[in-house]
């Protein structure tokens, strides 16, 4: 199969019309179509529905573009570092909660000390991150740490923090006031849905203590959980990074669960560890983490392994 087919595919699947993507793409419609025409032959079914208002994918369609788009990218990083014009490239992936302690700290100094690496950083929830990592779209990624990371990437633990409840202005929730997990028992729960790992870690806790579970709303979106959550439809669960720098909002009203933690990892592609910008990022990484850790605007942050070294001053970053 031709990887130009799937661009091809791909293009008319997003502008809904042959004769918009044929302009765009500066080729004729007829050759589009047959292109198109070709690709349906090859896969065996049909891709598009065709109506006098454009086109649009089918259930088969839809299943190829959501496969082919990670493999494209596959494709042109093995490109890339085929023709050794990788090493200035970065693809990180970070995790929603953190946007506030370190995300926009982190770009603004790696654009500010690295001009030259061309940075592109997606932000998600944790299994989405990791279908990404695994697709190899990803050089580095911070998810909850695995106890059986995948082959092929490198596995550092970073740090662990507390998990906290986030409700409404009557849930009598208070930062100094933690509580226990019993607090979750059979109310009504805003949470991402399966197979999220934030999601599988509460069912099972609550499991294990004979506690119901219910989940009342499942969104992937942290700032709508958050926000249903604040105007009192239920009760959500996020790490406490994703409140840290809420404490002196009053409109925020939580508390952090008694012994609960969640650890985050870094996971590195080893196929990508010898870019100098992927050995860059990672660097830095630590050191946004670090800074956090200093000025102590992560509420609860534990550094673990090479960063609870560098808090100590027995280790420098890591190359």
């Not at 765009?24 to 047959?34: G, I, N």
């Not at 654009?111 to 592109?120: A, E, G, M, P, T």
């Not at 944790?126 to 911070?142: K, P, T």
Request: glycine share 8%.
């Amino acid at each position: 199969m031709e990887p130009r087919l799937l661009e091809y595919m791909l293009r008319v699947a997003e502008l809904g019309s042959i004769n918009k993507a044929a302009a765009d793409l500066h080729v004729s419609q007829p050759a589009l179509s047959r292109h198109i025409a070709a690709l349906e032959r090859e896969m065996g079914t049909k891709l598009f529905q065709r109506s006098q208002g454009g086109v649009k994918l089918t259930d088969s369609g839809k299943l190829l573009a959501d496969k082919a788009r990670p493999l494209l990218r596959q494709l042109s990083i093995i490109k890339e570092q085929v023709g050794e014009m990788a090493a200035g490239q970065l693809s990180i992936g970070i995790p929603p909660s953190w946007n506030q302690v370190f995300t926009a700290q982190y770009i603004s100094q790696l654009v500010q000390r690295h001009s030259d690496i061309k940075l592109r950083a997606h932000e998600g929830v944790s299994h989405i991150l990791r279908e990404q990592m695994l697709a190899g779209i990803l050089d580095l990624c911070v998810i909850p740490f695995d106890t059986a990371p995948p082959t092929g990437f490198k596995q550092t633990p970073l740090a662990r923090e507390p998990l906290v409840i986030v409700g409404g202005k009557d849930s009598g929730l208070s930062p100094d006031s933690p509580v226990f997990l019993n607090k979750l028992d059979g109310v009504k729960l805003i949470l991402p849905g399966r197979p999220n790992q934030l999601r599988v870690q509460i069912e099972h806790m609550l499991a294990r203590k004979g506690l119901r579970f219910n989940g009342a709303v499942e969104t992937d979106t942290l700032s709508l959980c958050l926000q249903l959550a604040k105007e009192g439809f239920g009760l959500t669960v996020v790490p406490a990074c994703a409140v840290s720098t809420s404490i002196l909002d009053q409109s925020i009203h939580w508390s952090p669960i008694k012994r609960i933690y969640l650890t985050w990892s870094l996971f590195e592609n080893q196929s990508r560890s010898h870019s100098q910008a992927v050995r860059e990022g990672k660097k830095l990484l630590f050191e946004t983490i670090q800074n956090a850790v200093e000025k102590k605007n992560w509420y609860g942050l534990e550094p673990l392994g090479v960063l609870a070294k560098m808090a100590s001053g027995s280790a420098p970053p890591p190359a």
